[in-house]
């Protein structure tokens, strides 16, 4: 349990760094990969290992593509694997949470900003573009990267993608 607490303070943080520079620090994810691996080893000895290994492979092999595509940033995985490394095959529990959240924080965001419309027809060519040459390509958004208000910080989806585990693990449910 304590392990959860402290991951939850290092996703605090990233939330709190993403916020303000658009960045994870590595330092920070290294701190969380040892800290949860750490805490699942000292629970369940050697045995555990498995559980540990899991939880940080399964996030990188399936967001790699996202990535690659510009879709998600490699802080976000990281995060992915510092709960891993404690959640185990758990984590694709976390991911769906935390990609539902993500949904939603994003329709507000552009519904803030009034750009929903517009990025939907963006989103849909992009997709025409990719059936019709037949080659998936790096996600080009149709607006400026350096234009913040395009910026939806995933950190805080998988913060509350975690919050949401935890409250369920905890009703037990």
């Not at 629970?43 to 540990?52: F, M, Q, W």
């Not at 959640?87 to 991911?95: K, N, Q, S, Y």
């Not at 369920?168 to 449910?173: A, E, I, K, N, P």
Request: charged share 15%.
């Amino acid at each position: 349990m304590k392990a959860y607490i402290i991951i939850i303070c290092i996703l605090i943080l990233a939330v709190i760094f993403d916020l303000r520079t658009y960045r994870i620090p590595n330092l920070l994810m290294l701190i969380g990969i040892l800290v949860s691996a750490g805490g699942t080893f000292c629970e369940k000895g050697s045995g555990g290992l498995p559980e540990i290994l899991a939880g940080i492979v399964i996030p990188i092999a399936l967001l790699l593509l996202l990535h690659r595509f510009r879709m998600l940033g490699a802080g976000d995985i990281k995060l992915f694997t510092v709960i891993g490394g404690a959640a185990g095959v758990e984590i694709l529990h976390i991911m769906l949470y935390s990609f539902l959240a993500g949904g939603v924080l994003a329709v507000i965001h552009m519904l803030y900003h009034r750009s929903l419309v517009n990025r939907l027809q963006v989103f849909w060519k992009y997709v025409q573009t990719c059936l019709i040459t037949g080659h998936i390509t790096p996600y080009d958004s149709g607006f400026d990267r350096g234009d913040t208000r395009n910026t939806v910080h995933f950190s805080i989806a998988i913060l509350i993608g975690y919050g949401i585990w935890i409250i369920r693990r905890w009703l037990d449910f």
